[in-house]
């Protein structure tokens, strides 16, 4: 079992819908957790960061954290095209998910 | 452009040859990170350095793969006797602050192709 885990997807949402990505993880001790975007041939790219149980907004996007169930979510509001991208969960500086693909159509 | 450089962009190299990548990182971050990905994986980490002190090493990283950054700047990480496994790209990210509680500024990569 990989110690984040990540649905690989295609998740495929039209345009102006939520996306709605999930993350969990295996360590109980692990406190802080990122969200970062990697369109195809490029590096990844921060867009959220999250440390307590609840929510954090950021303009379209929404982290949430529950520690107890040991998973993170990331909602993506008003879904664009140019938001189609491979998305990564990390925990604390080393360890990434394999990413979810969404595809935002038209 | 104050972002994460990392050199060549594309390296393409026979088996068994050594290679060697450069990561220039955002001037202000005392911190360095390497990390390798592959197709449909995520990024997996590789090694840190802390201005020049190289704190944290993965098994990952075998005694042919070997990483420095000799003055706290930029850094360079060399595989020798390289396999096709090695192909992947490898990315170099900086921080300016402790690592595991802020995320990372990464470079563009280097794609390296074994054949």
């Known amino acids: 079992q990989k110690e984040v885990e990540q649905n690989s997807g295609p998740l495929s949402v039209p345009e102006g819908a939520i996306a709605s990505l999930n993350c969990t993880y295996s360590d109980r001790g692990s406190q802080s957790f990122f969200w970062y975007r990697q369109y195809s041939g490029k590096s990844p790219e921060l867009i959220m960061s999250i440390y307590s149980n609840g929510d954090k907004e950021d303009g379209r996007f929404t982290a949430q954290l529950n520690k107890a169930s040991q998973y993170v979510s990331l909602l993506i509001r008003d879904s664009q095209p140019s938001d189609s991208a491979t998305y990564l969960c990390a925990r604390g500086k080393s360890t990434f998910g394999d990413g979810t693909t969404l595809t935002v159509k038209p | 452009d104050t972002g994460v450089s990392q050199n060549p962009r594309h390296k393409i190299t026979k088996r068994g040859q050594n290679v060697t990548f450069r990561c220039d990182p955002i001037s202000e971050h005392n911190r360095l990170y390497w990390y390798r990905q592959t197709l449909g994986q995520g990024p997996e980490f590789l090694t840190y350095?802390?201005?020049?002190?190289?704190?944290?090493k993965s098994r990952l990283l075998s005694d042919r793969f070997s990483a420095e950054r000799p003055k706290g700047s930029f850094s360079t990480l060399e595989i020798q006797r390289t396999e096709q496994g090695d192909s992947a790209m490898y990315l170099c990210?900086?921080?300016?602050?402790?690592?595991?509680?802020?995320?990372?500024?990464f470079g563009s990569g280097t794609r390296l192709t074994v054949v």
């Open positions: 990210a900086s921080s300016d602050k402790p690592p595991g509680f802020y995320g990372y500024t």
């Open positions: 350095f802390q201005n020049e002190a190289q704190l944290e």
